[in-house]
């Protein structure tokens, strides 16, 4: 089979990546969630119809900033890849991309728990960072919601770094950005559920065999990041045109 480039990093890949890290979200972005609604006026608190416009406006925002580590991911790509060929350079990004998501699959599934170290390579940049995230605390409108959001979604994330390495290996800085757009709407179920999908998911968290299997699964999307012809739909498209 040919290898077509097209899709190298399937949006389908990444979206379920971020659908299989939900679990995770919980912990992390269900605090946070938390701290903006405690911020708001107890007015809004008590409506949920008030409530969901914050909510979702955080949650476009935290998208937003995935999209831009995106397009940076797809410029340092292009920058690392300038001394070598446009396929070795490719190839190589390629398999380190799978490595760290096998990585984040050991994690989920309890097997690999220093994954976690590898959210302190952001560290640094999230100290200068979130101190503009406090200072739009308490969160009193829309805009302060998106762009409570936009900080936060710089908050170190072994899972995320995941999905940064998947979009790496695009080889485009504008499909590197939608990549990682789609890897954040997949986050979206978990997020957005507060109180019904957040529930559901923090159960399904607990259970020890489940997280196993999206472990399993997300290693299974290693694979695919690794031998990108193995992409069902990439497959499609090349039967399609012959």
Same mark, same amino acid.
């Not at 399904?204 to 065999?209: C, E, G, V």
């Given at each position: ?19 299989? +890290? ?7 972005? =269900?605090? $946070?969630?938390?701290? &903006? !609604?405690?911020? #708001? @006026? ?22 937003? +900033? ?7 991911? =797809?410029? $340092?790509?292009?920058? &690392? !890849?300038?001394? #070598? @060929? ?157």
């Amino acid at each position: 089979m040919e290898f077509d480039l097209a899709f190298n990093a399937s949006y389908l890949v990444a979206f379920t990546m971020g659908l299989f +890290s939900s679990m995770h979200c919980i912990g992390m972005c =269900g605090s $946070i969630i938390g701290t &903006l !609604t405690l911020s #708001l @006026s107890p007015e809004i608190r008590s409506k949920k119809t008030r409530l969901f416009p914050f909510v979702l406006n955080y949650n476009v925002g935290r998208i937003t +900033s995935y999209a831009i580590a995106g397009a940076l991911a =797809g410029i $340092i790509q292009l920058i &690392l !890849t300038m001394p #070598l @060929s446009h396929g070795q350079g490719h190839r190589l990004l390629q398999l380190l991309s799978a490595a760290i998501m096998t990585g984040a699959g050991l994690y989920i599934a309890g097997w690999f728990p220093r994954f976690a170290y590898i959210e302190k390579a952001g560290a640094h940049i999230w100290k200068k960072i979130e101190p503009f995230g406090r200072k739009l605390i308490p969160v009193k409108n829309r805009t302060q919601a998106y762009l409570f959001g936009m900080v936060w979604g710089w908050l170190p994330c072994g899972l995320v770094y995941s999905g940064l390495a998947l979009a790496a290996t695009t080889g485009d800085i504008a499909k590197s950005s939608l990549t990682m757009l789609f890897f954040g709407l997949g986050t979206l179920p978990a997020v957005m559920g507060v109180g019904i999908m957040t529930g559901i998911l923090a159960r399904l968290s607990r259970m020890q065999y489940f997280k196993q299997i999206v472990g399993l699964l997300m290693i299974a999307l290693a694979f695919v990041a690794a031998m990108p012809w193995l992409n069902p739909y990439a497959l499609t498209i090349h039967l399609r045109n012959h």
